[in-house]
């Protein structure tokens, strides 16, 4: 039995409705901060959100990693290493093909964060 809870699973992060309300409009629950930390400090690295934005921006909706790995100085377990964060945070998704995997961004999560950080517009009168 692992000695690390997972996070309450209260707030279904694969869902197309908001999880919550912006951030602007009222305070974000301590379950629900919980549950959508791991997805926000996964991006706070500036390798895996380079990463990110080339796996939700590839054309055919998924990208090899034999094509991640040559847009980096880095070595390639480092690469395998940012993408298993990416993953483990439920950002993408994963399907190995013989000896290469192929990532796929998860876009109900990327509009939850993306609903999460939505802020109005300040009205004016």
Do not use: N
């Amino acid at each position: 039995m692992s000695k690390q809870a997972a996070p309450p699973a209260l707030v279904d992060l694969s869902a197309d409705a908001p999880c919550c309300p912006p951030l602007a409009s009222r305070r974000v629950p301590a379950e629900t901060a919980a549950v959508l930390a791991p997805a926000l400090k996964a991006l706070g690295d500036p390798v895996r959100l380079q990463l990110m934005s080339m796996i939700a921006s590839a054309a055919d909706g998924e990208v090899c990693v034999c094509d991640l790995t040559p847009a980096f100085d880095l070595s390639g377990p480092t690469i395998s290493h940012h993408l298993k964060t990416l993953r483990e945070a439920g950002l993408v998704d994963a399907d190995r093909r013989g000896t290469w995997v192929y990532y796929r961004a998860r876009p109900a999560v990327l509009r939850q964060l993306a609903a999460l950080l939505t802020v109005e517009p300040a009205t004016t009168a």
